[in-house]
């Protein structure tokens, strides 16, 4: 059921989502708290969004996209929206995937914040993993980051920031999810600077045969023009068959990108 009060809060006790195949996603204790007055001033904020318990039993049936004859960018462009977006708080303390969707049971939790509005993007992520340790006789769960974000790609302020970090054990979620479940994932991303000129830097590695280190510029002088140039190396021998992998060495990179209207 509905709970209130109406407007500026809503609650629902249940929900579910279904296709042809059933139901694929049940969410429980949503709760969504937003400030009414705020698109006074152009600007759509939620003070909080949340749910007690997120259940992915599987992905939900889709339908083929039709071929698109358009060039695909590089790099991505940010929406423009009629008003400003404001999430102050992001919390999911139970999320729930079944085997269906990465392969193995998993159990995470999530909290964040984002912001969008004509000067850029900002967010806030904060994804990890739980799994249960028993030793001793006793039981204990062990908290594991998988994924952590924290970027200001604002480029109507002048700047951009950004700190990824990528943390995926042998055989875990995010291992299977990007179809290495035998390795252990390590990938840092940073950049830092004036929007015209920030430094990039990607490295990580994914155990033998698997690695890439890169640096250089991203420049984005406002939301609808972007840019970057890298340029060094990576290894994917690891991607290979064991019978070429010997024949594969480290590959130099070099791109230079953009969209500049």
Same mark, same amino acid.
């Given at each position: 059921?509905?709970?209130?009060?109406?407007?500026?809060?809503?609650? @629902?006790?249940?929900?579910?989502?279904?296709?042809?195949?059933?139901?694929?996603?049940?969410?429980? /204790?949503?709760?969504?708290?937003?400030?009414?007055?705020?698109?006074? /001033?152009?600007?759509?904020?939620?003070?909080?969004?949340?749910?007690?318990? $997120?259940?992915?039993?599987?992905?939900?049936?889709?339908?083929?996209?039709?071929?698109?004859?358009?060039?695909?960018? $590089?790099?991505?462009?940010?929406?423009?929206?009629?008003?400003?977006?404001?999430?102050?708080?992001?919390?999911?303390?139970?999320?729930? &995937?079944?085997? #269906?969707?990465?392969? @193995?049971? !998993?159990?995470?939790?999530?909290?964040?914040?984002?912001?969008?509005?004509?000067?850029? &993007?900002? $967010?806030?992520?904060?994804?990890?993993?739980?799994?249960?340790?028993?030793?001793?006789?006793?039981?204990?769960?062990?908290?594991?980051?998988?994924?952590?974000? /924290?970027?200001?790609?604002?480029?109507?302020?002048?700047?951009? !920031?950004?700190?990824?970090?990528?943390?995926?054990?042998?055989?875990?979620?995010?291992?299977?999810?990007?179809?290495?479940?035998?390795?252990?994932?390590?990938? =840092?991303? !940073?950049? =830092?600077?004036?929007?015209?000129?920030?430094?990039? !830097?990607?490295?990580?590695?994914?155990?033998?045969?698997?690695?890439?280190? @890169?640096?250089?510029?991203?420049?984005?002088?406002?939301?609808?023009?972007?840019?970057?140039? @890298?340029?060094?190396? #990576?290894?994917?021998?690891?991607?290979?068959?064991?019978?070429?992998?010997?024949?594969?060495?480290?590959?130099?990179?070099?791109? =230079?990108?953009?969209?500049?209207?």
């Amino acid at each position: 059921g509905l709970e209130g009060p109406l407007p500026g809060r809503l609650g @629902i006790a249940t929900l579910t989502l279904a296709d042809a195949g059933g139901v694929w996603l049940e969410v429980e /204790q949503a709760r969504l708290l937003w400030r009414p007055a705020a698109l006074l /001033q152009w600007e759509l904020r939620i003070a909080e969004l949340s749910a007690g318990r $997120l259940v992915l039993h599987r992905l939900p049936a889709g339908e083929s996209a039709p071929p698109s004859d358009e060039s695909v960018s $590089l790099l991505p462009d940010l929406p423009t929206l009629p008003l400003s977006l404001r999430l102050e708080r992001l919390t999911l303390p139970r999320i729930e &995937l079944a085997e #269906a969707v990465v392969g @193995i049971a !998993t159990l995470l939790h999530a909290e964040g914040r984002a912001a969008l509005d004509p000067w850029g &993007l900002s $967010l806030a992520l904060d994804l990890a993993g739980e799994r249960r340790e028993s030793a001793l006789g006793t039981r204990s769960v062990i908290s594991a980051p998988l994924i952590v974000i /924290q970027a200001e790609l604002r480029p109507g302020t002048g700047r951009l !920031t950004a700190q990824v970090t990528l943390r995926g054990e042998q055989g875990g979620p995010l291992a299977r999810l990007v179809g290495l479940p035998d390795r252990a994932l390590a990938f =840092d991303l !940073t950049l =830092d600077g004036p929007s015209e000129h920030a430094a990039l !830097t990607l490295r990580g590695d994914a155990g033998e045969g698997i690695a890439i280190d @890169i640096a250089g510029t991203l420049r984005a002088p406002d939301a609808q023009r972007l840019g970057a140039r @890298i340029e060094g190396s #990576a290894d994917v021998a690891g991607l290979l068959p064991p019978t070429h992998a010997p024949l594969a060495g480290r590959l130099a990179l070099r791109v =230079d990108a953009g969209a500049m209207p």
